[in-house]
């Protein structure tokens, strides 16, 4: 009664949905969940006929499941008692609709089939026990595998899995085939299910495949989601194994599976396959999850990637998760763009992209796209030791154009040096083992920047924007100079700097690598810090302020 209510209630939604001229009241009744936009999309009558079928599997599914047990032959014992209780909670779970995060699905998923395939190992009559433990063992394996699979859904684990990992996931899934396989023959060899139920739970993987087909060729249209919602077979074979759990075991015939199904076992693969000259799917195959491939910002080198895996890394560049193309249809087209360049003819993907494929033919003409990352990078590290010597050999002219414009005054703790300051920044003086970072902050926020600007431990000195260089010559005396005439200088300030550690250096001001010595002569102190300025001309003083005149 029940199933046909529905069926009654889904023709109703399928007229109104006709009348109405949008697919959402038949969509709510038989998908059991809002339609998305593409649905809106999609033409009227072809979704309602998929979801006519829809109601019509619906309603087959529901007559399976609300059948009451099959009548008692045999008292059953409590471990069939309890099978069968959680074999219907798992029928109930997978019907009602689920708004939960998928962590937490999992969980309860988990906890309805794994105590209830424990319970399987223990009701199994005609299977040894190496058989039963080997059946539990396999089983345990897809559930810990999805477990694992749903707690690292958001992480960045699952961008970058390595191969041991997707090794095991293959194998976790080869375990779970297995698994199932063994639990039909157990149900063979117990005897108490009839054929109907064990060729239902045999339907299970073809039903699978046809998912999977149906989401290759439609390409996540809406047929894909009413092919999903028709996959039922695994609830009512549940429904069914728990409904046949009263009957007395016995040793059932061999079972035989009919010519129809075997020859649609033989003719599904082929038509994902093809014939021979269409491409085959290998890599991913409409797969939405990047278990096989990696985000490069740039496509790598060719000559960085192992020959037997540029087509890989080929695939990887230019698939896009927005458009679902087979990989050999990647591969296909470039090939056939290789073989345009080879042509001379005009091609628009990268020939960064199509070394991957045919280094041979786009080494002719960019020689540079097949040598490796290491050979570039001693490429560039030549080109920057060359530029870096020719700054050298300049700073070396410049500084031996420049004078000590104090000759009288002589020390030997002094040094010159040209500076330019091409982008109007001051060179500066600090003591070595201080953290001037707060000094220099203090500079920077003065509203107003003078020629001279100290701050504790940092003097920042700054001279005007200029094409030429400046020459610097920094003397560190004893004493406080005699004064100098101002005569022939633009400016002439002082301020007072501090080192702790007794060490003042100027920073490295030429190209060149002139080194200046440590202008604190007299150890850990204050120091008084005297600068002459002139268009191109620097002459600094550092002296013991304790000593100043």
Request: hydrophobic share 45%.
């Amino acid at each position: 009664m029940a199933a046909s209510a529905y069926l009654v209630i889904t023709l109703g939604s399928i007229i109104l949905s006709l009348v109405m001229g949008t697919a959402t009241p038949a969509w709510l009744v038989t998908m059991w969940y809002p339609p998305s936009e593409i649905t809106g999309k999609s033409p009227l009558v072809p979704v309602l006929g998929g979801l006519l079928l829809l109601g019509l599997v619906n309603s087959w599914m529901l007559w399976q499941v609300l059948r009451g047990p099959a009548p008692t032959a045999v008292p059953m014992s409590r471990a069939a008692r309890w099978l069968r209780l959680l074999l219907y909670a798992d029928v109930v779970w997978l019907l009602i609709p689920s708004l939960l995060p998928g962590l937490v699905e999992t969980v309860i998923g988990l906890a309805l089939w794994v105590p209830a395939l424990v319970l399987f190992t223990m009701v199994f009559t005609g299977s040894g026990w190496p058989f039963r433990l080997a059946l539990l063992l396999l089983g345990l394996m897809e559930p810990v595998r999805s477990l694992v699979y749903d707690l690292a859904d958001d992480s960045v684990f699952r961008l970058f899995m390595s191969p041991a990992y997707q090794v095991t996931v293959m194998a976790a899934g080869v375990a779970s085939f297995v698994a199932i396989v063994m639990l039909l023959l157990a149900q063979r060899r117990d005897g108490r299910w009839s054929r109907m139920t064990l060729l239902i739970g045999l339907g299970i993987f073809a039903s699978a495949f046809l998912v999977e087909l149906v989401d290759g060729l439609t390409r996540g249209s809406t047929i894909e989601s009413i092919a999903e919602a028709m996959d039922v077979l695994y609830i009512v074979w549940l429904a069914r194994t728990a409904h046949e759990l009263n009957r007395e075991p016995k040793q059932n015939a061999p079972l035989r599976v009919p010519t129809a199904v075997a020859a649609a076992a033989t003719v599904l693969p082929l038509m994902v396959i093809g014939a021979e000259g269409r491409p085959h799917l290998t890599y991913t195959w409409q797969s939405d999850e990047p278990t096989e491939c990696w985000t490069w910002w740039k496509p790598p080198r060719v000559a960085d990637v192992p020959a037997n895996k540029r087509d890989w890394a080929y695939v990887c560049s230019v698939s896009k998760p927005s458009r679902h193309v087979s990989d050999q249809e990647l591969l296909g087209k470039g090939w056939n763009a290789c073989a345009r360049f080879a042509a001379g003819e005009p091609v628009r993907a990268r020939p960064a992209l199509l070394a991957l494929l045919c280094p041979e033919v786009i080494g002719r003409k960019y020689p540079d796209l097949l040598l490796s990352s290491a050979q570039i990078a001693q490429q560039e590290a030549e080109k920057e030791n060359i530029q870096r010597e020719r700054l050298r050999r300049e700073a070396r002219k410049e500084d031996a154009l420049c004078r000590d414009p104090w000759p009288a005054l002589r020390t030997r703790f002094q040094a010159t040096a040209s500076y330019y300051d091409w982008d109007t920044q001051p060179y500066g003086i600090y003591d070595a083992e201080a953290d001037t970072e707060e000094d220099a902050e203090k500079i920077w926020d003065a509203k107003q920047v003078d020629t001279l600007a100290t701050s504790g431990q940092l003097a920042l000195i700054y001279t005007p924007s200029q094409d030429w260089a400046t020459c610097v010559t920094a003397k560190a005396l004893n004493s406080a100079p005699p004064p100098l005439r101002r005569k022939g200088w633009d400016e002439v300030v002082e301020a007072d700097i501090i080192s702790e550690s007794g060490r003042l250096v100027m920073e490295t001001l030429s190209a060149s690598k002139v080194r200046f010595p440590n202008l604190a002569r007299n150890g850990p102190g204050r120091y008084r810090l005297r600068l002459y300025t002139r268009p191109g001309v620097d002459l600094v003083l550092i002296y013991p302020a304790r000593r100043a005149a």
